[in-house]
């Protein structure tokens, strides 16, 4: 039987330390649902914690700390996990042909691997309970490609991948499963990504060096970058949304470009759908 998700049902997020996750389980802590917000830094799980929601550490790269992360998020719920958002995640700017295999496992372990073992572990939870509603982050770059983000679109096509197969599978266990494709959204995502650009990408003797300093630029530029940026409220709004509707939608597309994006890549031939997308990437400008 489908159902709404009111308060107080229980959610379990991922990536709370800024941005989407941040605004999501601050809202829905006020709005008055039990929330568990976790985050990989132990500082951040304090200064959760200071702002009155119920924290704990849960790095989505290690197994050991998804389990434990689950088993006090357990603990503080009684058992039950009524929903779960799959926010956690980081991008990993650079040309394809600069990446590492380390560097892709890196990209990998968190976005997929990490997010994918918690859920598998939380659609056992909710299959006993009877139901349960299961909420991926995703991104219009997980159907549309640009430039100089191979790592990151790759962990999102494979996100949306699990996504509607792991849809297909619960249907008949009252769980259900959507995915939300933000597009441009305030956050510390460039900040983070070029933390990253620095770590595990290679400027001397690459190919694409003139396009770096150009995503340098961007990734360093405070504030929107890109147009149609919204805040993180349009993605809290649509995780509002899919909790308490009986039946969620499978997609929530956010911004326009996801939007537009979405309708393109039906209706123009692909190499059409190439030239928009090289133009919107900006050559590593946007």
Excluded at 104 to 112: E, K, R
Excluded at 155 to 172: Q, W
């Amino acid at each position: 039987m489908k159902r709404s998700l009111l308060p107080p049902s229980s959610i379990l997020i991922t990536g709370c330390s800024t941005g989407i996750g941040h605004h999501c389980a601050l809202t829905l802590h006020k709005m008055g649902y039990q929330v568990i917000a976790t985050c990989r830094d132990p500082e951040d799980v304090e200064r959760l914690k200071q702002a009155g929601l119920t924290s704990f550490q849960l790095d989505l790269a290690d197994s050991d700390s998804i389990r434990s992360g689950l088993a006090k998020a357990l603990e503080a719920t009684g058992g039950t996990i009524d929903a779960l958002f799959n926010n956690g995640a980081f991008g990993l700017p650079g040309a394809v042909e600069d990446l590492s295999r380390d560097a892709m496992l890196h990209q990998f372990q968190t976005n997929v691997f990490g997010t994918q073992e918690l859920t598998n572990a939380v659609v056992k939870i909710m299959r006993w309970q009877g139901h349960g509603k299961i909420l991926y982050n995703s991104s219009i770059l997980g159907f549309a490609a640009m430039q100089y983000r191979g790592a990151y679109n790759a962990s999102k096509f494979a996100v949306e991948g699990f996504a509607d197969t792991l849809r297909l599978e619960v249907k008949r266990d009252n769980i259900q499963v959507s995915l939300i494709e933000p597009g441009p959204i305030l956050s510390d995502f460039r900040k983070n990504a070029y933390e990253q650009f620095k770590r595990w990408i290679q400027l001397e003797g690459s190919a694409h060096q003139a396009q770096y300093q150009s995503m340098i630029d961007r990734l360093e530029t405070v504030g929107p970058s890109a147009p149609f940026t919204l805040g993180p409220e349009a993605v809290t709004d649509c995780v509002i949304h899919a909790l308490q509707k009986p039946q969620a939608k499978i997609r929530y597309r956010v911004t326009v470009p996801t939007k537009a994006f979405a309708v393109l890549k039906r209706i123009l031939p692909n190499r059409w759908l190439d030239r928009l997308l090289i133009k919107a990437g900006g050559d590593g400008k946007r």
